[in-house]
């Protein structure tokens, strides 16, 4: 998730320079808040209603009962919650991000993981991983989404997440290898020295405290990897991959019906449950895509950039 809110701040800049600051803030309310609402208020208790027929229970009843109530459900469209609000705080500064500025350092980052890090302890000691805020938040994790959106908006003008450096994405790929299997070995080590236990979802103690401060070390040496990785393997994207970066926000729109209602019609298919789930992902995805390229075409104004 840090990764799409690393990318999301990229297109901010430009896209408020070529509109304007309100035209910008009304497309991106239309574009985000739309399709939040219509998922909240139907997509959201459609994916409910169908989950619990799985119980016994009519979906058309449970239909009823959340909408009786106006109970919204974001689901993931949590993420476009977080997004809007996000375009909005940041939208007074970015006139004053113009100039150009060199990649960040290896010192810079490792100050901002390890900031990271403690207001993520700090935060998880009110709110630890797992416990919802306002539209499903889990604020245990939003220390770096905010670090990641702040770092696409303000390295947007010197293509900074489009060129990494490869010296950067290299140290950062030898801090997460090294890195990446402390919190596991504390976390089994935690089960056999009482100083080592704890909830790793927060709270004062190691596990929680490792964990805080593992993730965006593990995090920034994926993230440059991937964007790395990227620039070379998707430089000159074929038309089924335009295709599929067309209709992804589409796809996240719509998939959570989708992929419970395959999930019920192949409930009683007696096959090997690593293949059933394979199967399903395959088939749920390509429902979703074909679904999204269909309500594209009708120009659904919400969905299209």
């Known amino acids: 998730m840090g990764l799409f809110f690393l990318l999301a701040g990229t297109y901010v800049p430009a896209s408020m320079a070529r509109k304007g600051v309100f035209r910008f803030l009304f497309d991106r309310s239309q574009r985000l808040g739309f399709p939040l609402l219509i998922f909240g208020y139907l997509l959201g208790p459609l994916t409910i209603a169908l989950a619990f027929t799985s119980r016994g229970f009519p979906m058309q009843d449970t239909l009823i009962a959340l909408w009786s109530r106006a109970q919204f459900e974001s689901g993931p469209l949590w993420f476009a919650a977080a997004l809007l609000v996000m375009t909005f705080l940041v939208t007074p500064i970015v006139p004053w991000l113009k100039q150009q500025s060199p990649f960040p350092t290896t010192t810079r980052m490792w100050v ?29 994790y939003f220390p770096s989404y905010l670090v990641l959106f702040a770092a696409g908006v303000v390295g947007a003008s010197s293509r900074w997440w489009v060129e990494v450096p490869i010296q950067s994405a290299r140290t950062w ?18 089960s056999q020295f009482e100083w080592l236990g704890g909830s790793a979802t927060g709270g004062w103690n190691v596990q929680a405290g490792v964990y805080a401060f593992w993730e965006p070390m593990v995090a920034w040496g994926v993230i440059l990897t991937l964007l790395r990785w990227a620039r070379h393997r998707f430089a000159h994207p074929t038309p089924f991959y335009q295709m599929i970066g067309r209709s992804a926000f589409t796809v996240y729109f719509i998939h959570s019906p989708i992929v419970v209602a395959v999930g019920l019609l192949l409930h009683g298919w007696e096959i090997p449950v690593l293949f059933k789930f394979f199967f399903s992902a395959a088939l749920s995805m390509a429902m979703s895509l074909i679904l999204a390229k269909l309500l594209l075409r009708w120009s659904l104004w919400p969905l299209k950039k």
Do not use: S
């Not at 403690?118 to 604020?139: D, E, H, N, S, T």
């Not at 801090?175 to 504390?186: A, D, G, K, Q």
């Open 173 to 190: 790929a030898r801090v997460m290898r090294r890195v990446v299997w402390t919190f596991p070995v504390i976390a089994l080590a935690g």
């Open 112 to 140: 901002a993981a390890l900031l990271v890090g403690l207001c993520a302890f700090l935060i998880r000691l009110v709110w630890p991983v797992g416990k919802g805020w306002w539209m499903g938040w889990q604020l245990a």
